[in-house]
């Protein structure tokens, strides 16, 4: 698209002639207006659209790195599915769908190919052998990704699950970077022995159970964050997807004893050196008891450990504080709140009736302040508590396979896969994604979309048009 500065060009001459034309009944007068008209011409007119255009593509470019920087908040705070065994699919047409099994810590424990697709259509042995992985690995999640075959597989599997009354949940989750990552450096470190599509499938079960540690293995830039992500400066957007990255990562908590060493990295004061002598150390010497214990790690000195553990947890550990968000330097106020309770110190975790009972004025010191003692209490009361959401899934209308099958005023449940200034687009079940304009996201006036709707929401929404020929759908919010 091309965009072009239009101005008058005639009132600006006048006014250039009036300010530099100063008598003009001067012998040079003639020659010199029409100097003047020249430079206007040749030097001061474009340089006036290239500064306006250029000032106005860097204001753009601020707003488009904010909205991109939204939806990757949002991805990589969706909600986790957890540890449950889950089957990950990269669905195929030729080739067909790699299935891999991924267990409860997210290792993978088997892998095969099945064909329920156009060309062979071999729907009754694909079907033997989904159900066999299904009972015999006592799989409660199945995961496709979104790619090409996505709508004919997530069909297949769903008819499957339903006519083998299964309890098993099935849904599509975006694959985006995942193609990169499986035949990336770390993902051959990490499965050495595997397909480059086999890592994908992993991948796409991983990106099920635990959306933010898969994503992090990944280039930011690589994911998908929005429409014309590739049209702004590169280096500014990693710069900001970057700084998102380690900002979820740090609000979320990562679990010493089983992050990778990508996840590890991203963590405050740790980086990728750091990151990968804690996988080496806790190779070696097993699990991490306690916080403490992250000093024996080589070249891990004070100030690392003071910036990077109060983002680490460990669940089953030796200090019942490790799995909480409590900073070790704040331990010794949490000791003294149980010795003034006169409680033990596991008694005390998540015991909100003895925490509401303390005051948190007589806890402060010239190292602690009331906001420190505070949040404190804040942590004790929900100690480890994840801020992402409830895991649930979208439930599409099986009705609804092909844009044909769609009808003004229907209403649907869809999940959003991407949000601009302009809108939203949302997944409905069919090949081609859908339009929420902003105008139509709620029933006040709406100026940013990134407040109404996020990436990964499920909605409920209503068709107001279809427009057959450009295969394009608008929707409406069902409520409306």
């Known amino acids: 698209m091309n965009v072009s500065l239009r101005l008058d060009d005639n009132w600006i001459q006048r006014r250039l002639e009036q300010r530099l034309v100063r008598n003009p009944h001067f ?7 029409e100097a003047v008209k020249d430079c206007y011409r040749r030097f001061l007119c474009p340089a006036t659209q290239s500064v306006v255009l250029q000032q106005l593509r860097e204001k753009s470019e601020r707003v488009s790195l904010g909205v991109f920087a939204s939806n990757l908040r949002q991805m990589l705070m969706a909600p986790p599915a957890g540890t449950r065994a889950t089957l990950g699919m990269d669905p195929g047409f030729r080739t067909g769908c790699k299935l891999a099994v991924v267990d409860a810590t997210g290792g993978c424990i088997a892998y095969v190919t099945i064909y329920p697709t156009p060309p062979r259509r071999a729907v009754k042995a ?11 690995y006592g799989i409660e999640l199945i995961a496709i990704g979104n790619g090409t075959a996505s709508r004919e597989t997530y069909r297949f599997v769903s ?5 083998s009354n299964l309890n098993v949940i099935c849904t599509v989750v975006s694959e985006s970077g995942a193609s990169i990552y499986s035949a990336s450096e770390a993902a051959i470190a990490e499965y050495p022995d595997l397909d480059v599509t086999v890592r994908g499938a992993i991948s796409i079960a991983h990106r099920l159970q635990d959306p933010m540690a898969e994503l992090v293995k990944l280039d930011p830039a690589t994911i998908g964050v929005g429409q014309y992500q590739h049209d702004v400066n590169q280096r500014e957007l990693r710069r900001v997807l970057n700084r998102e990255v380690e900002s979820c990562v740090s609000r979320v908590g990562v679990e010493l004893n089983t992050a990778s060493q990508k996840l590890l990295a991203r963590v405050s004061g740790i980086g990728p050196a750091l990151a990968g002598r804690i996988v080496e150390h806790r190779r070696k010497h097993g699990p991490f008891r306690n916080r403490l214990a992250l000093l024996d790690v080589d070249q891990l000195g004070p100030a690392a450990f003071e910036q990077a553990s109060g983002f680490l947890r460990i669940n089953d550990g030796d200090n019942v504080l490790d799995k909480s968000a409590v900073h070790p330097e704040s ?18 975790i998540a015991n909100t009736e003895l925490l509401d009972s303390v005051d ?3 806890f402060t010191s010239d190292d602690t302040g009331l906001t420190t003692v505070i949040d404190i209490l804040a942590e004790l009361r929900r100690p480890g508590l994840d801020p992402r959401a409830k895991f649930r ?8 396979q092909e844009i044909d099958d769609l009808s003004v005023g229907m209403q649907l449940e869809g999940v959003v896969t991407n949000v601009t200034g302009f809108g939203a687009f949302v997944d409905i079940g069919v090949h081609h994604e859908a339009l929420m304009h902003v105008s139509q996201m709620a029933d006040h006036f709406v100026s940013d979309a990134t407040q109404e709707v ?4 499920i909605v409920q929404v209503r068709v107001t048009n279809i427009d057959l020929e450009r295969k394009r759908i608008s929707l409406t919010r069902q409520s409306l």
């Open 360 to 362: 948190p004025h007589e």
């Open 27 to 33: 012998v040079f007068a003639d020659r010199l207006r």
């Open 126 to 136: 694909s079907t033997e052998r989904l159900l066999g992985l299904i009972r015999r």
């Open 331 to 348: 331990y010794p106020v949490v000791q003294q709140i149980a010795t003034r309770l006169k409680c033990p110190l596991n008694h005390l």
């Open 159 to 163: 008819t499957v699950i339903s006519e």
């Open 393 to 400: 899934t979208v439930r599409f209308d099986d009705s609804v």
């Open 454 to 457: 996020s990436v990964g929401e």
